[in-house]
């Protein structure tokens, strides 16, 4: 996970090993200080984490098969105190992310035992009688059981889901004032071609207009990076000379 002031910049590094409480580690990267170690339940085969509230918070996504759940760290004192924030009655939590501004956390997770992916979002104002709790989601996102990544803007306004072998793009309005909140703006394929082609990651550029996916390519083939138009919601052809969208 990037750095965040804590005390300084605040490095958190997760695992995953055998066993049910996988080791992590806080790290003061300017003071070159390791501020915290330790192997919890709420930091097993972590997938995902984001910190909050100026780096006070520390929310972790990530479980096994039997036991999944979205935990939150306090970081105001060391060591961390944990607390399950949601458990979800399908698979995940996949990824979250945070919109400080607004005090929403975002969340990827199956929030029913059905197959089927919900960005979700959370309540992370303490003064709410919300509070930590859900209070939306998109609806039937997609039934495919391998979308577990997502980014969040800066604004906070746009959400890029990913699906990695199927290479499929969801846009989720993520603005609070919008009237299309957390509705599916966008969804098609990645166009990509070569052998074995995965999209791995994804951002959205910090003025809002594009989202930036990357595209690794099986067989020693040259990796790419795909660019797509928020505005137009149309994928930008680097080379129209071709036939096929050009990366």
């Known amino acids: 996970l990037p750095p965040k002031p804590l005390s300084g910049d605040v490095l958190f590094v997760g695992s995953s090993v055998s066993g049910q409480a996988d080791p992590a ?62 458990d979800p009655l399908g698979r995940g939590p996949f990824e979250v992310h945070s919109d400080d501004a607004r005090q929403l956390l975002y969340v990827l997770a199956h929030p029913t035992p059905a197959a089927v992916s919900e960005l979700l979002t959370i309540d992370n104002g303490p003064q709410n009688s919300t509070y930590l709790q859900v209070v939306a989601s998109t609806q039937n996102l997609s039934s495919d059981p391998l979308i577990e990544r997502f980014t969040l803007s800066a604004s906070g306004r746009r959400a890029a889901i990913l699906s990695a072998f199927v290479r499929y793009l969801h846009i989720v309005d993520t603005d609070p004032a919008s009237p299309t909140y957390m509705q599916v703006l966008f969804e098609g394929a990645i166009p990509v071609n070569g052998p074995f082609p995965i999209v791995t990651s994804a951002v ?21 990076i795909a660019r797509f138009d928020l505005s137009s919601m149309t994928w930008i052809d680097h080379n129209p000379g071709m036939s096929g969208i050009q990366h």
């Open 25 to 86: 580690w806080l790290f003061d990267v300017v003071r070159d200080q390791l501020l915290w170690s330790g192997s919890e339940v709420e930091t097993n085969n972590i997938t995902g984490a984001a910190y909050a509230n100026g780096g006070r918070e520390l929310f972790l996504a990530g479980g096994d098969a039997n036991v999944a759940y979205l935990s939150r760290g306090d970081l105001t004192t060391l060591p961390p105190t944990w607390s399950v924030v949601y």
């Open 204 to 224: 959205v550029t910090s003025d809002d207009q594009s989202v930036l996916i990357s595209i690794q390519r099986g067989g020693g083939a040259a990796s790419a």
